[in-house]
C-alpha cells in the first residue's frame, strides 16, 4: 500500500510538472491583449468610513437603490439590512430566511429599472418580483409575481422585451443560458475559449467561472472571469463580440483527477470579481493575487473601468482593500465593503 501511495505522489508530481510546462505555452488564440500600463496612470483613491446609527453585523454583499444602501447579511433573521445613505439611518429589514411564506433559503438581489424589487431564490429556482416602495421602506415583503426557471441559474440578469440570461451549469460546452419571459429555456449558448490545459468538461466549467452583467441600451453583456484574467463583451443575444486577457495574463491552475477537482497550489491566482453596471461604464474589482485556501486574502485593492465594448478607461487604486462595493454616479462615490478590522463601509470619491 505504501509503495502504491508513492507511485500515486510520483504521478500527481508529474502532472504537476506538464501542466506548468503547458501553461507556460498558453495563450488565448482568439484575445486581445492589455496590460495595466494601457489604463494609463492608475487613480488613486482615499477610503473615508461611513458611520450609520445602528450595526452593520457582517454583510456579505451591498447594493446601492436610489439613496438606499441595502446589505445583505448571513446567519441573521433576515436576509437584506436596508439604511438610507443620506442619513445614515436604518431603515429596516426585509426577508425572511427560510421555507415559508414570503421567506427564502438563498435570496440574490437582481438589478432592475422598474418599479419592483427582484430577488432570486436559488435553491428554489424562483425570481421574486416584490414591491418596491414597500422593500426599501423595510415593511413586510410584498410578492406581485413569481418566475420558476427550468434550470438551476446563478447570476441572472434581465433583458427586457427578451427574458433573462444566467449562468447555467451545463457540461455541454456552453456557459450561459437564454430564458424567456416565464422562466422557459430558449437555448444555451457561450463556447469555452480553448486551452490546452482544461481537457475534460468539468475542468472547463471549473475553470471558466464568471460573473457578468448587462446593459441593454448599449445591447451588451460584460463577463469578467475568476480564475483568469479574461473579459468578454457579448451582445444581449450572446454572440461574442470581443475577448480580452489582462492586465497580468495568467491562466486557470485547476485539473480534474477522477472526479475531484485539484488547483496547482502556488499557483492559482485570484482574477475579476463583482462587475457593476454604472450607465456607460463597467466597474470591476480586480486581485492578480497568488491563492492561498489556508489563509485566503478575498480583499482587493483594484477597481478598473471599461466601456461595454471592453475599451480600458480607468484603473483605480483603493488605499484600503474592499471585497464587494456599489457605485453612485451621479455623486462620484464608490462604497466599499470590508471586514478588516471588523466590518464597515467606506466611501471613496473619484
Request: glycine share 6%.
Amino acid at each position: 500500500m505504501e509503495k502504491k501511495n508513492k507511485s500515486i505522489y510520483i504521478l500527481t508530481s508529474i502532472l504537476f510538472a506538464l501542466l506548468s510546462s503547458c501553461q507556460g505555452n498558453e495563450k488565448y488564440a482568439d484575445a486581445e491583449y492589455f496590460s495595466f500600463s494601457d489604463f494609463g496612470a492608475a487613480v488613486s483613491l482615499k477610503g473615508d468610513s461611513v458611520g450609520f446609527d445602528d450595526i452593520l453585523l457582517k454583510p456579505v454583499k451591498i447594493h446601492l437603490v436610489d439613496s438606499f444602501l441595502i446589505m445583505k447579511n448571513r446567519n441573521t433573521e433576515y436576509a437584506y439590512y436596508i439604511f438610507n445613505i443620506l442619513s445614515k439611518k436604518k431603515i429596516g429589514e426585509c426577508v425572511s430566511f427560510g421555507i415559508g411564506p414570503n421567506e427564502m433559503i438563498d435570496p440574490r438581489f437582481i438589478p432592475s429599472t422598474d418599479d419592483n424589487v427582484w430577488i432570486y431564490d436559488k435553491n428554489r429556482k424562483i425570481l421574486n418580483i416584490c414591491d418596491r416602495q414597500k422593500f426599501l421602506r423595510g415593511e413586510d415583503m410584498e410578492i406581485n409575481k413569481t418566475i420558476e426557471f427550468e434550470d438551476f441559474c446563478d447570476n441572472i440578469v434581465f433583458i427586457p422585451q427578451k427574458g433573462f440570461i444566467a449562468s447555467v451549469f451545463n457540461l455541454n460546452n456552453k456557459r450561459f443560458g437564454l430564458f424567456n419571459l416565464d422562466g422557459d429555456t430558449i437555448c444555451y449558448k457561450g463556447v469555452y475559449p480553448k486551452l490546452s490545459s482544461l481537457q475534460t468538461n468539468i475542468e472547463q466549467v471549473e475553470g471558466f467561472i464568471n460573473e457578468f452583467t448587462a446593459n441593454v441600451e448599449e445591447n451588451r453583456v460584460f463577463v469578467s472571469y475568476k480564475r483568469t484574467d479574461l473579459i468578454e463583451c457579448y451582445d444581449t443575444d450572446m454572440n461574442l463580440i470581443r475577448r480580452m486577457h489582462g492586465p497580468e495574463h495568467f491562466f486557470p491552475e485547476i485539473h480534474q483527477v477522477v472526479d475531484r477537482i485539484k488547483t496547482n497550489k502556488g499557483a492559482e491566482r485570484d482574477a475579476y470579481s463583482f462587475p457593476l453596471s454604472v450607465g456607460k461604464k463597467v466597474f470591476v474589482l480586480y486581485s492578480g493575487k497568488v491563492f492561498n485556501p489556508k489563509n485566503h486574502d478575498y480583499l482587493k485593492d483594484k477597481i478598473l473601468v471599461f466601456d461595454w465594448n471592453g475599451n480600458l478607461l480607468q484603473c483605480y487604486q483603493l488605499d484600503t482593500p474592499i471585497f464587494d462595493f456599489a457605485v453612485d454616479e451621479k455623486s462620484g462615490i464608490i462604497y466599499g465593503l470590508t471586514d478588516k478590522p471588523e466590518s464597515h463601509i467606506l466611501q471613496f470619491k473619484f
